[in-house]
C-alpha cells in the first residue's frame, strides 16, 4: 500500500459525458501528479501540482482539468468523454516537486 | 532530447534466469534515474533507483548497471522468478523535474 488512495476504482460511463477522479495524496506530500495509461500502454503525463499551483503540463487535451485543493487532495476532471478516454488513470504523490514518487491504484475508466 | 528509449518491448525469460532491460536517453542533464514495477491491474512501484555518481546499484536479486558516456542504463533481474513477471519502466529527470519514461518492457518469467 503506497499510502495514496484513489477514487472511485471503477467508473463506467457514457459518451459525452462529464466524471471527476479523486486522489488522496500520502501525508505530507505536496505534489500529486494524473497519468493516463491505455491498454498495454506506457504512462502518459498529464499534469503535475505542488502545493495547489500548476507545476507542469503533459500531454492533457483541453476537455481535461485538474486541481489541488488546500488540503493537498487533487481531483482530475474529464469533460465530453469519448470512447478513446477508456483507461487507466493513476496518481502519483511525492513531498517536493520530483516526479515519479508513489503511485496510488489507479481509477479505472470505461466509456460505452 | 527529452525521450527515453526503452528495450525490449517485451521479454521472456526462464526461472532461474537473468533478465535484462536496458534504457538510454539524450539528456546529459539528467540526474536520476529510477526503475518502476508495474503488475497488471495496480500502480506502478518504485524498484530501485541510482543517480549518475555511480555506475551500479544492488538491491537483492535487482541491480541498476549506469553507463554515463553510453547515456545508457540497465536494469538486471538475477534468478527471475514467476513473481517477477510484470511490467518494467525506466524513467529520468533532471533538477527533480517530473520524470520522463520509457515505453515499458512487459516480463514474463517462465517456469
Known amino acids: 500500500d503506497s499510502g495514496v488512495t484513489q477514487t472511485p476504482k471503477h467508473l463506467i460511463t457514457a459518451t459525452g459525458q462529464r466524471v471527476t477522479l479523486r486522489c488522496s495524496p500520502r501525508?505530507?506530500?505536496?505534489?500529486v501528479y494524473w497519468y493516463q495509461q491505455s491498454l498495454d500502454q506506457g504512462l502518459q503525463f498529464l499534469i503535475h501540482?505542488?502545493?495547489?499551483?500548476?507545476?507542469a503540463k503533459g500531454n492533457i487535451l483541453e476537455r481535461f482539468s485538474a486541481q489541488q485543493f488546500p488540503d493537498l487532495h487533487s481531483e482530475l476532471n474529464l469533460s465530453s468523454l469519448e470512447l478513446g478516454d477508456s483507461a487507466l488513470y493513476f496518481c502519483?504523490?511525492?513531498?517536493?516537486?520530483?516526479?515519479?514518487?508513489?503511485f496510488g491504484p489507479g481509477t479505472r475508466l470505461t466509456v460505452l | 532530447q527529452q525521450q527515453v528509449k526503452q528495450s525490449p518491448q517485451s521479454l521472456i525469460v526462464q526461472k532461474g534466469g537473468i533478465s535484462i532491460i536496458n534504457c538510454a536517453y539524450e539528456?546529459?542533464?539528467?540526474?536520476?534515474f529510477p526503475w518502476y514495477q508495474q503488475f497488471p491491474g495496480k500502480g506502478p512501484a518504485l524498484l530501485i533507483a541510482?543517480?549518475?555518481d555511480v555506475s551500479e546499484k544492488k538491491e537483492g536479486r535487482f541491480t541498476i548497471s549506469f553507463n554515463k558516456s553510453a547515456k545508457q542504463f540497465s536494469l538486471h533481474i538475477m534468478d527471475s522468478q514467476p513473481g517477477d513477471s510484470a511490467t518494467y519502466f525506466c524513467?529520468?529527470?533532471?533538477?527533480?523535474?517530473?520524470?520522463?519514461w520509457g515505453a515499458g518492457t512487459k516480463l514474463i518469467i517462465k517456469p
Open positions: 501525508s505530507g506530500d505536496l505534489s
Open positions: 501540482y505542488y502545493n495547489g499551483e500548476e507545476r
Open positions: 524513467a529520468a529527470s533532471r533538477n527533480n523535474y517530473q520524470l520522463i
Open positions: 539528456n546529459t542533464a539528467f540526474d536520476y
Open positions: 502519483a504523490s511525492s513531498p517536493r516537486t520530483s516526479g515519479g514518487g508513489f
Open positions: 541510482i543517480r549518475p
